[in-house]
């Protein structure tokens, strides 16, 4: 079994940054592309970003795209997202997802592990 595991939420200044990381258990983490997605009260989960399995291929949504960064360390377990530029729409849960089993990298259905999610608050 996978668990996902996030850090680095908190409070920041718009313009700040943060960094997000998600730590999986499991032997096989190294097989399985990862993503991010984020989350508000009332709203469905978003898209931010994709990693493929190898690191070598990456996958933004336009909204975050040239201000997020993700990343992969197969060796250590780990996916981070650096966070830059943010802005006060960027407030949300974040969660980490792995293994898109089927479907598009992009759509929430498509993943078979999930995080609990970090807080990520941006004020203005």
């Known amino acids: 079994q996978v668990q996902l595991v996030e850090s680095g939420g908190g409070l920041v200044q718009a313009g700040g940054s943060l960094r997000l990381s998600c730590a999986a258990s499991g032997r096989t983490f190294s097989s399985y592309g990862m993503a991010w997605f984020r989350q508000t009260p009332g709203k469905e989960r978003e898209f931010v970003a994709a990693i493929s399995w190898s690191g070598g291929s990456t996958y933004y949504a336009d909204s975050v795209k040239g201000r997020f960064t993700i990343s992969r360390d197969n060796a250590k377990k780990v996916v981070d997202l650096r966070m830059n530029s943010l802005k006060p729409e960027d407030t949300a849960v974040y969660i980490c997802?792995?293994?898109?089993?089927?479907?598009?990298?992009?759509?929430?259905?498509?993943?078979?592990?999930w995080g609990q999610g970090t807080q990520v608050t941006v004020s203005s």
């Open positions: 997802a792995g293994d898109p089993f089927s479907g598009p990298y992009y759509s929430s259905k498509s993943y078979r592990y």
